[in-house]
């Protein structure tokens, strides 16, 4: 429960955004400061910002908020201890400044994942070559599908 608790805490308060507070995170988060989860997270970042129109680097604009809101997660170990656990993740994401306060296209129903490992006693994020090898994706989610329960998705209660 505390791989499934830390990701889902993770993915959600980072920042998707901000590619300073991003790299910032990500340096506290992660399993050791040279992971290369830190250099591909300021990447995908910098990618983001870049598709949208705003130059690589630098802070929200006009006070841009990203939510992320994970609704569904399935977590597989990668070792036989479960001390390095894949946490794929089912989220939506919205975007919100001071002069609209509700985004209307939001991200829905998106997937994606974080590696954790138990790391001097906390779980933190890696994408350590020899763990990503391993990972696999997952089987589709949908709420009400008995399969996808079975499979090992689990809602998320946020609130």
Known sequence: MGARSAAVSYWQ????IDDQAAERQLRTIA?????????????????LREGVGLPPS???PNEMTVTTNVKA?????????????????????????????????????????LIVTWTRGDWRVTEAPHWVRRSAGPRAYDPHSPYAFQDGWRQVANG
Do not use: H, I
Not at 13 to 16: I, K, Q, V
Not at 31 to 44: F, I, K, M, T
């Open 13 to 16: 308060d980072l920042s998707f």
């Open 31 to 47: 399993a050791r400061p040279s992971d290369p989860a830190v250099r591909n997270g300021v990447s995908e970042v910098r990618k």
């Open 58 to 60: 630098g802070g929200p």
């Open 73 to 113: 997660v399935l977590m597989r170990s990668l070792d036989r201890k479960g001390d390095v656990v894949q946490v794929w993740m089912v989220y939506d994401r919205y975007a919100t400044t001071t002069e609209k306060s509700t985004d209307d296209n939001p991200l829905k129903d998106q997937t994606d994942n």
